[in-house]
């Protein structure tokens, strides 16, 4: 049954319908349906496109946005944010060049969750 799944899933316009519809989603603040929807959808695309196809560095970058933007966001989803945030900008620099409008929206969405991270882990010091 998973390989049945696993073949719709990784034809190519249901993973970029699927990345597609997770930005909608985020969009529309519905935040755990699309991330709900990419933990599904990213592990078929880096196994049927690989990790530096574009659609598969577009899901993941979707991902960690919805894991940071929330003002509820936790120190683990946080986290999290970064690290994928890192591990998809070293390969899209390599891959696309760190001119490509891809590689320059992930440095600024890591620049974001970066700061945000920052202002979490930093007690505040009011009297």
């Excluded at 709900?36 to 560095?57: D, F, N």
């Amino acid at each position: 049954m998973r390989a049945a799944a696993d073949a719709v899933q990784a034809a190519p316009t249901t993973q970029t319908a699927a990345a597609n519809y997770a930005a909608a989603l985020q969009l529309s603040l519905r935040i755990e349906e699309a991330k709900s929807l990419l933990r599904k959808t990213m592990p078929v695309a880096r196994r049927a496109r690989g990790e530096s196809h574009i659609i598969t560095l577009r899901m993941r970058i979707i991902y960690a946005c919805a894991l940071y933007e929330p003002d509820d966001a936790t120190l683990v989803d946080l986290r999290e944010a970064v690290t994928t945030l890192e591990e998809t900008e070293r390969i899209a620099r390599r891959v696309l060049g760190g001119e490509h409008p891809l590689a320059t929206t992930i440095d600024i969405a890591l620049q974001n969750a970066r700061a945000k991270l920052r202002a979490r882990e930093t007690p505040s010091t009011s009297n």
